[in-house]
């Protein structure tokens, strides 16, 4: 598939894309998020100002993850729905600089709460465009489905962000709440938004007929309604975050199987080598993302801790898998 096909499946004409100089808003805002990004880690390094492991993933999601997320979705059709568009896109990277400066500010700091606020606003208005997308385009489209509900998702990432720099844990240990807004912008945007693009892909030569499209069919369907099940499974019940973690991890892998086998290989090599990349990466981060699901089940008999989960499952979906999946399709859609 060329880049010109990919384009076009999505009716994502360059007039739909903000530009400045020639250049897509989404990708300056990516670009030089990475750049802020990068100079945060260096301070750390240093000694001069230091975020968390876990605070770095969610500077990393909002400053560079969303911004190149978005360029890759058109715009509804409605007036409102370009306006959000649009209000997102402009608004993201201050509110992202925000983010980054509320992390640095200590948990339960009245100006840290106001200085994540502006991305809360900006999600809710990303959501507003998932919702434009429903109404136009409905259910009747399996990547489409996937992509909207990436928008719809993210949001609860914001709110997770708020309650915890507000030092609002609810019941839960403040690790949890900040990890929830790392899930929600992770696993509840990057990866539905991007196995929506996949399945763009998978599709567009019959991909989901067979027994195998059938099964990749079901495997996303389970990946994009299991994001909401796992959050009700840590809130109410043990048991039924470990099903839903056990249902969720096997629909990534076997979509995954079936990208490798039916997207890459229809792809430009550099994008194809990257998104076999964030293919590969998966199988890992979700042999762990299952096996804290049972040590959360079974405390006894825990196989992985926090500690272990922050390190490599959110290290692999970082920079194993986001990171690589999102560039890949930013090379497709010129």
Do not use: K
């Not at 840290?112 to 434009?132: D, E, K, N, Q, R």
């Not at 099940?229 to 019940?237: E, M, N, P, R």
Request: one cysteine or more.
């Amino acid at each position: 598939m060329s880049a010109a096909e990919y384009g076009r499946r999505d009716g994502a004409i360059a007039s739909q894309r903000l530009r400045v100089g020639g250049y897509r808003v989404t990708d300056l805002t990516a670009g030089a998020g990475a750049l802020v990004w990068l100079a945060t880690v260096l301070l750390g390094v240093t000694g001069s100002a230091a975020l968390s492991a876990v605070d770095r993933f969610v500077a990393l999601a909002v400053l560079m993850l969303v911004p190149l997320g978005l360029g890759q979705v058109s715009s509804p059709d409605s007036r409102l729905g370009v306006l959000a568009a649009r209000g997102a896109i402009v608004a993201s990277f201050p509110a992202a600089l925000a983010v980054v400066a509320a992390l640095a500010l200590p948990v339960g700091s009245p100006v840290s709460v106001l200085l994540a606020l502006p991305w809360l606003a900006v999600t809710g208005t990303i959501a507003v465009v998932g919702l434009s997308r429903l109404r136009e385009r409905g259910l009747d489209s399996l990547p489409e489905l996937s992509v909207t509900a990436a928008l719809l998702y993210v949001p609860v990432g914001a709110v997770a962000l708020v309650l915890h720099r507000a030092g609002l844990f609810l019941r839960f240990e403040p690790i949890i709440v900040l990890l929830t807004a790392v899930h929600y912008h992770y696993a509840g945007f990057v990866l539905p938004l991007t196995a929506g693009l996949t399945a763009r892909v998978v599709d567009a030569d019959g991909g989901f007929e067979g027994p195998v499209g059938r099964l990749a069919a079901a495997a996303l369907l389970v990946l994009v309604g299991n994001i909401a099940l796992i959050a009700v499974g840590i809130t109410f019940s043990p048991l039924l975050e470990v099903v839903a973690v056990a249902l969720f991890t096997v629909a990534v892998a076997v979509f995954a199987a079936v990208a490798l086998r039916r997207a890459v290989p229809r792809l430009p090599r550099v994008p194809a080598t990257l998104l076999a990349v964030a293919c590969c990466t998966l199988f890992a981060s979700m042999a762990l993302a299952l096996a804290y699901g049972y040590s959360a089940f079974r405390p006894s008999d825990a196989l992985v801790g926090i500690g272990t989960m922050v390190r490599w499952h959110g290290a692999l979906n970082a920079f194993g898998f986001a990171v690589p999946a999102l560039l890949a399709f930013r090379l497709l859609d010129d």
